[in-house]
């Protein structure tokens, strides 16, 4: 499945380092997890959208989570909510790692230091569908003219805005020439079937702060675009998460960027 072969390609990247990495520090918070990893270039916090609409009513696997990078794999495989969420974290602690602390963004000629609506605006092609309610995106792609534009959103507590369940995935991906991916999709493993129900041709798009993997292996698995999030102040991030807080408030601690596959033409 499309979490584990990020996973896989990542760990093989890591193995092929000559660093050693120490988990010091994790929370499940009520909107956000976190993984804070350190290595011999420094320390990097990885992010992940917490799937309460699945963590409710379900007993946890485990009595203690056994997180370490040698266990990775099967925690992302788990169908326990609690350590999945924990590994994909983890996952975007070592793809920061790459990225920030070993300088490997350089790598890429298609970085943008910008909103990703602003990008959007430039190669979005309607029908769109967003899958995650996410507001701003979705007003601000209004805002610019954007007119067919379905939202799909798995938590019925988020439906707000004329936003579908995401029970209508397989009937409006087929028409959809972009689409805008939550990176929580990474988490709940609905990645899969969103890649399989929509047109091999349409623009897709993996956004916020849980699609912050390393880019290239989001590439490599059908993903033409990553907006990710760097988190800049990392000890607010992770006492605005301890807090309960979500995304709104601890934006301002990080920087937004935009990674565009070398094939993908933008003005």
């Known amino acids: 499945m499309f979490v584990e072969r990020i996973a896989r390609h990542i760990l093989e990247i890591v193995s092929g380092l000559n660093d050693r990495f120490e988990i010091i520090d994790f929370c499940i918070g009520l909107k956000y997890t976190y993984v804070l990893l350190k290595g011999f270039r420094g320390i990097s916090l990885g992010l992940a959208f917490t799937p309460i609409e699945d963590i409710q009513g379900t007993k946890p696997i485990h009595d203690t989570m056994n997180l370490s990078i040698e266990n990775v794999e099967s925690m992302i495989t788990s169908i326990d909510p609690l350590e999945k969420v924990l590994g994909v974290a983890l996952i975007n602690a070592l793809s920061g790692y790459l990225l ?6 350089r790598k890429y000629r298609k970085v943008f230091e910008e909103n990703i609506v602003d990008i959007l605006t430039r190669i979005a092609i309607e029908p769109i569908v967003v899958i995650g309610n996410m507001g701003p995106i979705v007003r601000r792609l209004r805002e610019h003219g954007f007119k067919d534009i379905i939202v799909l959103e798995r938590n019925p507590c988020m439906r707000y805005g004329y936003a579908l369940s ?8 087929p028409r959809a020439k972009t689409l805008i991916i939550t990176g929580a999709t990474l988490v ?8 399989r129900f929509s047109d091999s041709n349409a623009l897709k798009v993996l956004v916020g702060p849980t699609a912050s993997i390393y880019p290239q292996t989001a590439f490599d698995n059908g993903i033409h675009v990553v907006a990710l999030t760097r988190v800049i102040d990392i000890d607010k991030v992770i006492e605005l998460i301890k807090l309960g807080r979500g995304r709104q408030e601890f934006s301002p601690f990080c920087r937004d960027y935009v990674f565009i596959r ?3 033409f933008i003005k």
């Open 100 to 105: 920030w602390n070993l300088e490997e963004y």
């Open 166 to 173: 995401d029970t209508a995935m397989m009937r409006v991906l």
């Open 262 to 264: 070398d094939d993908l």
């Open 188 to 195: 709940n493993d609905t990645i899969d079937l969103i890649l």
